[in-house]
């Protein structure tokens, strides 16, 4: 609107001025070396414009013939770059869709145009790892990594080479080259994070973690600082309780739902004879999360105190997760060391329809305990070899008795969860198409105690293996057809490190200055 109004304006001056000039008309007289020259002031301006355009004329003329050496080199320069642009797009299309030929031939042509472009070292290392040639992909990473524009990508090109081929060493040095040179790198920050915290060296992943702080958001942050301090206070626990004191007390602080924590830093508090706090600090985390460690740990904050007395205190934690299975079952313990049958017997009623391992454990101890009935101790004993398997502490298919701050699989910070193990299998049998949209199957509830035949007979064992919970099914169960080929198979990107590795999600990276758009300049 602003353009057609100084259009309109501009306009209206010329037609003015041209309107002024005709209603005063005038002569000029040029008189010069004997010439004199008589016209009148509108045709003296009709000439000098007519001057004007062509001296215009003949400056534009002679400066394209001036310029038109650049201008050609111009034309050449963007008919490469449109080549090299088509390259590669066909390139990266064909490594996409796993065409190794096609692929080759695509990183030839780009090289012979334009071998120094990032995406063209970008095209010649996935090529390679296409064709499965480890030294090219190296080389082209390596290349990479030496410029200032590709240096990241071609560090965590030599990463993932690394890990695919077991080079912890070199892995380790390319992960902490590139922490060096951007603290922004998600997978370098935490690459270098479980290779220090794999050595011991919490202190130093410590440090790495306060400098990739603001990169993590505060709950995460939080979280990975509380696993590390938690793991730096168990290595220093035997040689330096004061400061594994500090340590477990402050990641119970930052991460209150972290069970080792709680459970260390109770224990430790408990020690040290400050009973009132370790009882706080353990019963946060039993709000959030009841576990045997914790109330293990609650159970021992006064040292000296009768059976009895740690009775109650359990009591009165197991008030705080009223029906919860840990709360029955730390419960039921205290009260069987007290010799308050009654109690355990109380606090498991709830848990004997479908009992896990250790609530059958606990009954067998209670009936050896009150009765001293070993024939139902046995039964008892039985049931539970064929019972539901109770939480542990589970992470990427490894069960520990122990908490770790590592998965002994592949490293990963903080993957331990309390949880049954049965639940982290990800292939189970596929039950036959026909059963599919049956009822589900229930698990069949053991027999009751009045009905099982005595311990002593021979068919107690078989009737308690033939009822357990985990008694073979008579409906065929077919195994798990083979999985069939994907249409379009993909060939892993360089920040892939493959099946075998954890699958990292980074964010999308905007395009920068010195992509596509560096071909045409």
Same mark, same amino acid.
């Given at each position: 609107?602003?353009?057609?109004?100084?259009?309109?304006? !501009?306009?209206? !001056?010329?037609?003015?001025?041209?309107?002024?000039?005709?209603?005063?008309?005038?002569?000029? !007289?040029?008189?010069?070396?004997?010439?004199?020259?008589?016209?009148?002031?509108?045709?003296?301006?009709?000439?000098?414009?007519?001057?004007?355009?062509?001296?215009?004329?003949?400056?534009?003329?002679?400066?394209?013939?001036?310029?038109?050496?650049?201008?050609?080199?111009?034309?050449?320069?963007?008919?490469?770059?449109?080549?090299?642009?088509?390259?590669?797009?066909?390139?990266?299309?064909?490594?996409?869709?796993?065409?190794?030929?096609?692929?080759? #031939?695509?990183?030839?042509?780009?090289?012979?145009?334009?071998?120094?472009?990032?995406?063209?070292?970008?095209?010649?290392?996935?090529?390679?790892?296409?064709?499965?040639?480890?030294?090219?992909?190296?080389?082209?990473?390596?290349?990479?990594?030496?410029?200032?524009?590709? #240096?990241?990508?071609?560090?965590?090109?030599?990463?993932?080479?690394?890990?695919?081929?077991?080079?912890?060493?070199?892995?380790?040095?390319?992960?902490?080259?590139?922490?060096?040179?951007?603290?922004?790198?998600?997978?370098?920050?935490?690459?270098?994070?479980?290779?220090?915290?794999?050595?011991?060296?919490?202190?130093?992943?410590?440090?790495?973690?306060?400098?990739?702080?603001?990169?993590?958001?505060?709950?995460?942050?939080?979280?990975?600082?509380?696993?590390?301090?938690?793991?730096?206070?168990?290595?220093?626990?035997?040689?330096?309780?004061?400061?594994?004191?500090?340590?477990?007390?402050?990641?119970?602080?930052?991460?209150?739902?972290?069970?080792?924590?709680?459970?260390?830093?109770?224990?430790?508090?408990?020690?040290?004879?400050?009973?009132?706090?370790?009882?706080?600090?353990?019963? #946060?985390?039993?709000?959030?999360?009841?576990?045997?460690?914790?109330?293990?740990?609650?159970?021992?904050?006064?040292?000296?105190?009768?059976?009895?007395?740690?009775?109650?205190?359990?009591?009165?934690?197991?008030?705080?997760?009223?029906?919860?299975?840990?709360?029955?079952?730390?419960?039921?313990?205290?009260?069987?060391?007290?010799?308050?049958?009654?109690?355990?017997?109380?606090?498991?009623?709830?848990?004997?329809?479908?009992?896990?391992?250790?609530?059958?454990?606990?009954?067998?101890?209670?009936?050896?305990?009150?009765?001293?009935?070993?024939?139902?101790?046995?039964?008892?004993?039985?049931?539970?070899?064929?019972?539901?398997?109770?939480?542990?502490?589970?992470?990427?298919?490894?069960?520990?008795?122990?908490?770790?701050?590592?998965?002994?699989?592949?490293?990963?910070?903080?993957?331990?969860?309390?949880? !049954?193990?049965?639940?982290?299998?990800?292939?189970?049998?596929?039950?036959?198409?026909?059963?599919?949209?049956?009822?589900?199957?229930?698990?069949?509830?053991?027999?009751?105690?009045?009905?099982?035949?005595?311990?002593?007979?021979?068919?107690?064992?078989?009737?308690?293996?033939?009822?357990?919970?985990?008694?073979?099914?008579?409906?065929?169960?077919?195994?798990?057809?083979?999985?069939?080929?994907?249409?379009?198979?993909?060939?892993?990107?360089?920040?892939?490190?493959?099946?075998?590795?954890?699958?990292?999600?980074?964010?999308?990276?905007?395009?920068?200055?010195?992509?596509?758009?560096?071909?045409?300049?």
């Amino acid at each position: 609107m602003i353009r057609v109004a100084v259009y309109l304006i !501009v306009v209206g !001056v010329l037609a003015f001025g041209a309107a002024w000039l005709a209603d005063r008309p005038g002569e000029v !007289v040029v008189t010069w070396q004997g010439w004199r020259l008589e016209t009148s002031v509108m045709v003296l301006c009709a000439a000098l414009l007519a001057a004007l355009a062509v001296l215009l004329l003949l400056w534009s003329l002679l400066r394209l013939i001036w310029r038109s050496p650049f201008l050609l080199r111009t034309v050449l320069h963007n008919r490469r770059g449109e080549r090299a642009y088509a390259a590669i797009s066909h390139g990266l299309i064909a490594v996409g869709a796993g065409d190794a030929d096609a692929a080759r #031939k695509s990183m030839l042509e780009v090289n012979r145009i334009a071998a120094a472009e990032p995406l063209a070292l970008l095209l010649s290392a996935q090529t390679a790892q296409l064709a499965g040639d480890r030294e090219a992909a190296n080389r082209a990473f390596r290349a990479m990594a030496n410029r200032a524009d590709t #240096k990241t990508l071609g560090l965590h090109g030599l990463f993932v080479e690394a890990q695919r081929h077991d080079d912890v060493v070199s892995a380790r040095a390319y992960a902490e080259e590139a922490a060096r040179v951007s603290a922004t790198l998600g997978w370098a920050g935490r690459a270098v994070l479980e290779f220090r915290s794999a050595t011991g060296d919490w202190a130093g992943a410590l440090a790495l973690l306060e400098r990739h702080k603001r990169t993590l958001g505060k709950d995460a942050y939080q979280r990975q600082r509380a696993v590390m301090l938690t793991a730096r206070a168990l290595a220093a626990e035997e040689a330096d309780r004061d400061n594994a004191k500090a340590f477990a007390l402050e990641a119970a602080k930052l991460s209150p739902t972290l069970v080792p924590a709680a459970a260390l830093a109770g224990r430790l508090l408990a020690e040290g004879g400050d009973s009132r706090k370790a009882a706080r600090v353990i019963e #946060k985390a039993w709000r959030a999360n009841p576990h045997p460690e914790l109330a293990q740990a609650y159970a021992d904050v006064r040292l000296g105190d009768t059976a009895r007395d740690r009775l109650k205190r359990i009591e009165a934690l197991a008030k705080k997760a009223p029906g919860h299975v840990e709360a029955a079952l730390a419960t039921a313990r205290a009260a069987i060391d007290a010799h308050e049958f009654g109690k355990a017997r109380a606090a498991l009623a709830s848990h004997l329809k479908a009992p896990t391992r250790r609530v059958a454990l606990l009954m067998a101890a209670l009936e050896r305990a009150e009765r001293n009935d070993e024939g139902r101790a046995r039964e008892w004993m039985a049931r539970a070899l064929h019972a539901a398997p109770d939480p542990a502490w589970t992470a990427d298919g490894h069960v520990s008795d122990r908490w770790l701050p590592l998965s002994p699989a592949n490293g990963r910070l903080d993957a331990f969860e309390w949880r !049954v193990p049965v639940t982290g299998i990800a292939s189970a049998p596929a039950i036959e198409p026909e059963l599919s949209h049956a009822a589900p199957l229930e698990a069949a509830a053991p027999p009751p105690a009045e009905s099982a035949p005595p311990a002593g007979q021979p068919g107690a064992a078989a009737q308690s293996e033939a009822t357990g919970p985990l008694a073979p099914s008579r409906r065929r169960i077919k195994p798990t057809p083979p999985k069939p080929e994907p249409v379009i198979p993909l060939v892993h990107a360089p920040d892939d490190p493959g099946p075998e590795a954890v699958e990292e999600h980074e964010p999308h990276a905007e395009p920068q200055d010195g992509g596509w758009r560096k071909l045409f300049e």
